[in-house]
Nanobody, 123 residues
Framework: QAQLVESGGGSEQAARTLRLSCAAS????????VAWFRQAPGKEREFVAA????????RYSESVKYRFTISRDNAANAAYLQMSSLNPEDTAVYYC????????????????WGQGTQVTVSS
């Protein structure tokens, strides 16, 4: 059974750093583009960052560009989101997602989702 499991969330103060991990199992991880999305209370799920199958291409939302870094390690079946210069607007549940088609900012394009990990940033 294919599964994505996020970890690394928690509470942090503004301007600090957190690193999220996404562990994959039951699917050919290197065949999937991976993205991170987030959803704050009362808001729609929004795209954060994506990385291509081999980790060569990345894309970011404007709100996290230059602060967050997405990466992956196909040998470890894992993806990561390094979040720096955190601010309270980054508070949300963060989800890892995988797609076997094309990388996209659109959640509906993704076949597999993790259960999410909460990130809370205080000022």
């Amino acid at each position: 059974q294919a599964q994505l499991v996020e970890s690394g969330g928690g509470s942090e103060q503004a301007a600090r750093t957190l690193r999220l991990s996404c562990a994959a199992s039951g699917l050919p991880f290197s065949s999937y583009h991976v993205a991170w999305f987030r959803q704050a209370p009362g808001k729609e799920r929004e795209f954060v960052a994506a990385v291509s199958r081999r980790g060569i291409e990345t894309r970011y939302s404007e709100s996290v560009k230059y602060r967050f870094t997405i990466s992956r390690d196909n040998a470890a079946n894992a993806a990561y989101l390094q979040m720096s210069s955190l601010n309270p607007e980054d508070t949300a549940v963060y989800y890892c997602a995988g797609t076997s088609t094309l990388p996209s900012n659109w959640p509906a394009r993704y076949n597999y989702w993790g259960q999410g990990t909460q990130v809370t940033v205080s000022s």
